[in-house]
Nanobody, 123 residues
Framework: QVQLAESGGGLVQAGDSLALSCEVS????????MGWFRQAPGKEREFVAA????????YYLDSVKGRFTISRNNTMNTVYLQMSRLNPEDTAVYYC????????????????WGQGTQVTVSS
């Protein structure tokens, strides 16, 4: 059974940085493409970033390009989301997700999900 456990959320001020982590167990991590999604109150879940198995290919939501960086450590079975220059519009529950094969940007493509971690950015 694949399990994903996010950590690192919290309350920060606009302009601050925050790093999220997601540790994966139950599958060979390097077989998985990983993604980060977020859901703000009253809104649909949206794609944030994705990375392929090697870390050599990544994708980003336009509004986070240049501010967020997705990375992974296949030895530690962990994917990261480094977020900088946060603004109140980034406030959401952030979810880690995994799928076999290639990294994709659509939530329905991901079979495995974490419980989510809250990120709140105050103005």
């Amino acid at each position: 059974q694949v399990q994903l456990a996010e950590s690192g959320g919290g309350l920060v001020q606009a302009g601050d940085s925050l790093a999220l982590s997601c540790e994966v167990s139950g599958r060979t991590f390097r077989d998985l493409a990983m993604g980060w999604f977020r859901q703000a109150p009253g809104k649909e879940r949206e794609f944030v970033a994705a990375i392929n198995w090697s870390g050599g290919i990544s994708y980003y939501l336009d509004s986070v390009k240049g501010r967020f960086t997705i990375s992974r450590n296949n030895t530690m079975n962990t994917v990261y989301l480094q977020m900088s220059r946060l603004n109140p519009e980034d406030t959401a529950v952030y979810y880690c997700a995994a799928r076999d094969y290639q990294a994709l940007t659509t939530s329905h493509s991901y079979a495995y999900w974490g419980q989510g971690t809250q990120v709140t950015v105050s103005s």
